[in-house]
């Protein structure tokens, strides 16, 4: 069956400091790979996702990128962090013959 | 312009009581509609799933919903709530037009359960 993990699970990080929050999926081979931000209290925004490795879209403009550097795996990063970048990032995957989606169990990070 | 609607920030319930949650979507192709459920702190995790076929769908925890497409709706609903469905609930949409197979959110609904 198929898993997918992130971590850390929380993070505390002063604004300026750099961010990298990996996500990786056991399973499946060739998943198409999403990160979403959601606010507290809001829904989800996707950020980026990816359909191999190497290939990264952007949904928002924004100070975060994202690397897909093995099949399974998708970091997301920040060089700068801003106080706005404080929220509940989720990791998702869908497989190549359906668009359902199957999501992490999340990381909070919070700004200082 | 492609978007999910749903009316209802808050929802409470007695335990046992019935249960609808409204969803209404805008869609240029033919949708794929999902719900998922997010507990406090957690992933989401989907509950039901509808492509084609029969518009009432069976979804897992007693959960079904029904696709129409006249009102561009597929509200979930439950036949007698329980104390553990509290949680936030979202309704997406997406489509096979691109490989991307890119999902647009609702803004949820949280669902409050009164013993």
């Known amino acids: 069956s198929q898993t997918i993990h992130q971590w850390p699970a929380t993070l505390v990080q002063p604004v300026g400091s750099p961010l990298s929050l990996e996500c990786t999926v056991e399973?499946?081979?060739?998943?198409?790979l999403y990160w979403y931000r959601q606010a507290a209290g809001r829904g989800l925004q996707l950020l980026f996702y990816?359909?191999?490795?190497?290939?990264i879209s952007s949904e928002v403009p924004q100070n975060l990128s994202a690397s897909r550097p093995q099949d399974r795996q998708f970091i997301l990063s920040s060089k700068k962090l801003l106080l706005s970048d404080s929220g509940f990032y989720l990791c998702?995957?869908?497989?190549?013959?359906?668009?359902?989606?199957?999501f992490g169990p999340g990381t909070r990070l919070t700004v200082t | 312009a492609q978007s999910v609607t749903q009316p209802d920030i808050h929802i409470t319930v007695s335990e046992g009581a019935s249960l609808e949650l409204r969803c209404n979507y805008s869609?240029?192709?033919?949708?794929?509609l999902f719900w998922y459920v997010q507990s406090p702190g957690q992933g989401l995790q989907l509950l039901l799933k509808?492509?084609?076929?029969?518009?009432l769908v069976q979804g897992i925890k007693g959960f079904e919903a029904e696709f129409k497409r006249s009102q561009s709706s597929f509200n979930l609903r439950k036949p007698s709530v329980h104390w553990s469905d509290a949680a936030e609930y979202f309704c997406?949409?997406?489509?096979?037009?691109?490989?991307?197979?890119?999902?647009?959110f609702g803004s949820g609904t949280r669902l409050l359960v009164r013993p």
């Open positions: 998702a995957w869908s497989g190549r013959t359906g668009p359902e989606q199957y």
């Open positions: 990816s359909v191999g490795i190497g290939q």
């Open positions: 869609y240029g192709a033919t949708p794929y």
């Open positions: 399973g499946t081979s060739n998943p198409n």
């Open positions: 509808y492509f084609s076929g029969d518009t």
């Open positions: 997406a949409v997406g489509g096979s037009e691109d490989s991307s197979y890119k999902l647009i």
